[in-house]
């Protein structure tokens, strides 16, 4: 597991997936205003492998959360 800080786009993106006890309470926020979320190594894994020229890891989140609607 590693802590990284997304921005409030990408963390609205993925809130409802996220487990009922991690929805119970706000992420912490750093002083730019991004969220801190655990994610697994593996989950991070993915979006690296899925980030194009240029995202970040709340780009590509909010990316691939608009193809899923």
Not at 14 to 24: D, E, F, N, T, V
Not at 46 to 59: I, N, Q, Y
């Amino acid at each position: 597991m590693r802590r990284i800080a997304i921005t409030p786009a990408a963390y609205n993106a993925i809130k409802g997936s996220l487990p009922k006890s991690a929805q119970l309470k706000e992420p912490q926020l750093n002083d730019r205003g991004n969220y801190f979320i655990w994610m697994p190594d593996s989950v991070l894994t993915r979006l690296t492998v899925m980030r194009t020229h240029g995202e970040d890891w709340s780009d590509t989140i909010v990316r691939l959360a608009g193809l899923e609607t």
